[in-house]
C-alpha cells in the first residue's frame, strides 16, 4: 500500500476532535432533550434505552477513536503512547459493555426480544472482534510481550485488523441510529421534523468522524516517517 506523501496526520486529528466533540454534543441532546433523559433504573424504560446511543457513541466510537490516534497527536515517548493506547481502548470496551447491557435491560424489562436484528448481530461481532484484538494487542506489544521480530510482523495485522473493526463499529452505529430512527417514524414522528434531521445529522458526522480518525491512523505523525499504513515503529 502506498503511503500518503506530503501529508502528516496531526490537522485530521484536530479536525477528528472537533467532529466528535460535535457527535458528543449532538448524541446528547437528542438523548437529554427530545427522548427524556437517561437512567440507570426508571419506570419509563425508554430512559434506560438512552443509555445505549450515549454510551456507544461517547465511549465506543469517540473514546476508542482518541485511542487509535493516540500515537499520532500526542507529545512523549513512545511507550507513554503505547499505555494511553491501551487504557483508552480498555474504557471504550468497559462502556460499550454498560451501552449493551442498556440495550438489553431495556428489551427484556419492556418484554421486547433480543438480538432480532442486523444491528445487533454485528453489534455483538463488533464487540468481540474489539475485545480479541485488545487481548492480542496487549499480550503481544505490552505484557508479556512477544520477540521483536513477532512484534514486527503482527504490527501491520494489528493496524490493518484494528481499522477493520473501528470501520464495523462504525456501521454498527448508523444502522443503530437508522433502525432508532425507523421505529420512531413508524410510530408517528415526523420524517422531515427537527428531531429526525437531528438523528440523521449526527449519524452523518460520526461517519465523517470515522473516517478522519482512519485517515489520522493511515497518514504518518511526521514526513520524516516511513510512510504507509504501519504508523509505529515496533522495536
Ligand atoms: C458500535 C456501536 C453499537 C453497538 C456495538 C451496538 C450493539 C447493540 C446490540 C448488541 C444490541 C442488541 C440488544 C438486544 O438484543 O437486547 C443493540 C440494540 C439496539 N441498538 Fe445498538 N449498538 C451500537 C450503537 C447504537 C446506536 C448509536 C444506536 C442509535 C440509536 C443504536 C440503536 C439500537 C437499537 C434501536 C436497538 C434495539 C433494537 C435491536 O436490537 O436492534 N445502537 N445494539
Redesign the pocket.
Known amino acids: 500500500m502506498a503511503g500518503l506523501v506530503g501529508v502528516t496526520a496531526a490537522p485530521f486529528t484536530y479536525v477528528s476532535h472537533v467532529l466528535g466533540l460535535a457527535a458528543a454534543v449532538l448524541?446528547l441532546v437528542w438523548c437529554v432533550h427530545f427522548r427524556g433523559g437517561l437512567a440507570f433504573v426508571a419506570v419509563n424504560k425508554n430512559l434506560i434505552?438512552n443509555l445505549?446511543?450515549v454510551f456507544?457513541?461517547i465511549g465506543?466510537?469517540i473514546i476508542g477513536g482518541e485511542a487509535i490516534m493516540s500515537y499520532k497527536g500526542l507529545p512523549g515517548s513512545k511507550e507513554v503512547k503505547k499505555l494511553i493506547h491501551l487504557i483508552l481502548h480498555a474504557i471504550a470496551i468497559v462502556l460499550?459493555v454498560v451501552?449493551?447491557w442498556a440495550?438489553?435491560k431495556?428489551?427484556?424489562d419492556s418484554g421486547?426480544?433480543?438480538?432480532?436484528?442486523l444491528?445487533?448481530w454485528v453489534?455483538?461481532g463488533?464487540?468481540s472482534l474489539y475485545a480479541i484484538q485488545w487481548i492480542f494487542g496487549f499480550i503481544t506489544f505490552f505484557f508479556p510481550g512477544a520477540a521483536p521480530s513477532l512484534r514486527r510482523n503482527a504490527l501491520p495485522w494489528h493496524v490493518l485488523f484494528g481499522l477493520f473493526v473501528y470501520i464495523l463499529?462504525?456501521a454498527?452505529?448508523e444502522?443503530?441510529?437508522l433502525?432508532?430512527l425507523t421505529?420512531l417514524q413508524n410510530g408517528g414522528l415526523a420524517k422531515y421534523g427537527t428531531e429526525a434531521f437531528l438523528v440523521n445529522f449526527t449519524a452523518l458526522v460520526v461517519i465523517f468522524f470515522g473516517a478522519f480518525v482512519v485517515v489520522s491512523a493511515v497518514a504518518p505523525a511526521s514526513t520524516e516517517e516511513p510512510q504507509g499504513y504501519v504508523p509505529i515503529a515496533e522495536s
Open positions: 448524541v434505552f445505549h446511543p456507544m457513541l465506543f466510537i460499550a451501552g449493551i440495550a438489553f431495556y428489551h427484556n421486547i426480544a433480543n438480538l432480532y436484528s444491528h445487533s453489534g455483538l463488533t464487540i463499529a462504525i454498527t452505529a444502522l443503530g441510529f433502525e432508532k421505529f
